[in-house]
């Protein structure tokens, strides 16, 4: 009788990702189990769907409006860090604007960390 394998291996078997000695474990657990066998073909299924998913190039490009919700009005992408798109090549970025837009988030990460300690203590007093 072939040893238990995981759904784990099947994928990596499936993917050609397997060490000859492992493949061989699998491939004898999947012509035993019918079960075994059809997850098998799911992961195929999957592994092309995600080829061709990858394959195609993006149809529509960004739009203005989108492109201006995700970079907010400060025309800064979400890390706080210039959009290299909005300045012209060869112009100085100002970098104290850079990190006036970054101070809010230290203000975040302080507020977060003292909650976390105050959790983490509450909790070890529980205990």
């Given amino acids: 009788m072939p040893e238990k394998v995981s759904e ?3 994928a990596a078997y499936v993917d050609g990702s397997l060490d ?3 493949a061989a ?3 004898a657990a999947l012509a035993q189990d019918e079960s075994l066998r059809a997850f ?3 992961v195929r299924q999957a ?3 995600l080829r061709e998913a990858l394959e195609e190039p993006m149809r529509d490009p ?3 409006d989108l492109r ?3 970079l907010g009005p400060s025309g800064l992408g979400p ?3 210039p959009d290299r798109g909005a300045a012209e090549p060869g112009q100085v970025v100002n970098l104290a604007q850079v990190r006036e837009a970054r101070r809010p988030w230290v203000g975040v990460a302080l507020a977060a960390s003292i909650a976390l300690l105050i959790g983490v203590s509450a909790t070890s007093v529980m205990i």
């Fill in 68 to 70: 201006a919700t995700i």
């Fill in 62 to 64: 960004v739009s203005a």
């Fill in 20 to 22: 000859p000695a492992e």
């Fill in 79 to 81: 890390t706080g860090s």
């Fill in 8 to 10: 784990e291996q099947i």
């Fill in 47 to 49: 592994n092309r769907l």
């Fill in 40 to 42: 098998a073909e799911e």
């Fill in 25 to 27: 474990t699998v491939a």
